[in-house]
């Protein structure tokens, strides 16, 4: 009994070794989940239910009219296309600023590579949230000490993966009615299927089935021949427009930088980067795009590595998921209904 009890207390003992070891070489990201837990929190329990916003004054005609949208596309989301309702945006919380979600992403000087931070439980992420942008450029500084290119930007909507119920927020109801469903059906696609440490898949899928279902929304709802169809498919038909033309040049400049060698010298190797990034920034301007003021800002605007792979990780697989979309009669119900089957083993959150 005494060399039981000896024995409980080592292995005690040596546990909570291990586990001050893990705390301390892991203090930067428990500081960081500590952060952000307290940010999420605040947010998740200040929000209040929809109805409750009808009344209020500050909230536009339009914006009531998205608020009573919302709760049509996730019974479409749900009924029509097979996603899960995980009870997510029967909330709204009402921002005091225009964003509430900074990302930064960075990549190295001669590589689209992300550079990733690990989480306990969903894995790896090319991307870190704050929801303060002061603590954002504190972390864009820091990997630019350490020799990365960064880029920070706000995030349109913002997925807990179904462990909270995410809100709506106020930004979310300045999108015209194909952008707001082709937002709800991409945060759902996260809540109904995300392989851990695939985020690139996970993004690309979301993307897929977000456009795919605001057209299948928009024409079951108004018709085929519709106005509202029609603007929503001019409005992406310019941006997957762009899309196509900034992943070719980041393929352009990826292939460029694996030809580097090392007998290639640190200024050559930046002259030719910059070149190439230039001439690419440039054809931005010169595409033929319907709203011709749309992309007007490249004339002053340089994008760097970090901006090129946050598009290929969002945008650069969609191709394979059409392939798989005619395999399934193009019908968009089906396509999911495979996907779930086809990744219910990998899925950090279980499909229903």
């Known amino acids: 009994m ?4 000896v024995y ?3 292995t005690l003992a040596v546990c909570g070794i291990i586990l001050i070891l893990l705390c301390i070489l892991n203090f930067e990201i428990l500081g960081y989940i500590a952060v952000q837990a307290k940010g999420q929190l605040k947010i998740i329990f200040g929000a209040r239910p929809l109805d409750e916003f009808l009344a209020r004054e500050e909230i536009t005609a339009s914006q009531k009219e998205k608020l009573r949208l919302i709760g049509e596309l996730k ?3 749900s009924d029509e296309l097979g996603l899960v309702d995980n009870g997510c945006y029967s909330k709204m919380y009402y921002q005091k600023e ?4 900074w990302l930064v992403i960075a990549s190295p000087e001669f590589s689209l590579e992300t550079y990733e ?4 439980i969903v894995g790896s992420f090319s991307y870190k949230g704050y929801f303060n942008k002061r603590d954002a450029e504190k972390c864009a500084e820091r990997l630019r000490a350490k020799g990365y290119e960064t880029r920070i930007r706000p995030a349109s909507a913002w997925s807990t993966l179904g462990y909270f119920k995410d809100p709506v927020f106020t930004s979310m109801l300045d999108d015209d009615e194909g ?3 082709d937002l709800i059906f991409h945060e759902m696609t996260h809540g109904t299927v995300f392989v851990k440490n695939e985020l690139q898949f996970n993004e690309n899928l979301a993307s897929f089935i977000g456009e795919k279902g605001a057209i299948y929304y928009l024409a079951k709802k108004y018709g085929d021949n519709s106005e509202q169809l029609r603007m929503y498919i001019d409005s992406q038909y310019d941006y997957n427009l762009f899309y196509e033309y900034i992943i070719a040049g980041a393929k352009r400049l990826d292939a460029l930088y694996k030809s580097f060698s090392d007998s290639i010298s640190i200024d050559e190797k930046r002259r030719r980067k910059n070149e190439m990034i230039s001439e690419i920034a440039q054809g931005v301007t010169e595409l033929q795009v319907r709203e011709k003021e749309r992309f007007d800002h ?3 605007f340089t994008p760097n590595n970090a901006y090129f792979s946050s598009y290929m990780t969002y945008r650069s697989d969609l191709s394979s998921f059409e392939n798989d979309f005619a395999a399934q009669g193009d019908d968009l119900r ?3 209904a495979w996907v779930k089957m086809t990744y219910r083993d990998k899925n950090v959150k279980k499909a229903k």
């Open 2 to 5: 005494k060399d039981s009890a």
């Open 298 to 300: 490249f004339r002053k």
């Open 98 to 101: 225009p964003v509430y979600v």
């Open 179 to 181: 952008d707001l469903a």
């Open 8 to 10: 409980l207390k080592g």
């Open 334 to 336: 089906n396509y999911i």
């Open 75 to 77: 019974k479409f989301a």
């Open 117 to 120: 931070w690990k989480f306990p």
